[in-house]
């Protein structure tokens, strides 16, 4: 008898295991940093502060949401070339007058599905206006000319639902979406007129991201 309770109590063991191993594995991501050097830092904080009235000592973010982009470079290459760099190129006008800080993302996928990290996923990135302060972004290399593929579907739902069980994460929204949060305690721009009109990644890639996610119950878009 004794034998077979400790038995038992072995198989318990082995299930609890294997269940907190598949809790915290998640989709194999390969590191690809930019620069984040000092300067970027201070600019990042500098960032926070004028466009989120947010003083800190480090440019950390507490995630609640994530933003899915598409990158409208074709390559994995140019689209890290892009990021690479602590300042804004000279070409991007429409945002360089809220400051020099250049754009970046936590996360891009690849046309192949692979899930490369940038940068640490709780540090800021300059992708979303009047959120970054609690996003999370996926960059996809595509665009409306190159449409995003199956694989980049399945790496984002994976990549997703990985981030959800690390953190508070709320949302899930495409980058279209970003001004319906507008007037909720989420969107902290002080910048009136520091407004973008965004496409990306498309109505049918984030309907086809919310299927398969939708056991995660994240909340609904404000209208």
Partial sequence: MEMYKTLGMFKNYIFIFVL???VSCGPTIFQEHI???QEREDLTIEY???HYGIEQETPTIVPKMVVVHWTEIPTFQKTIDAFYDTHLPSSRKAISGAGSLNVS???VIDRDGLIYSLM???TMARHVIG???CAI?????GGPDMPLTKAQL???VKLIKYLKRKYPIEYVIGHYEYQRFENTELWLEKDKGYRTVKTDPNKEFMEAIRNRTAQLNFKPIPN
């Fill in 105 to 107: 993302s936590q996360f």
């Fill in 48 to 50: 926070m502060k004028e």
């Fill in 20 to 22: 907190m191993l598949c």
């Fill in 35 to 37: 620069v984040f050097d």
């Fill in 131 to 133: 959120l970054n302060h």
């Fill in 120 to 122: 640490p996923e709780t």
């Fill in 137 to 141: 972004g996926i960059e996809n290399v």
């Fill in 154 to 156: 399945n790496a984002n």
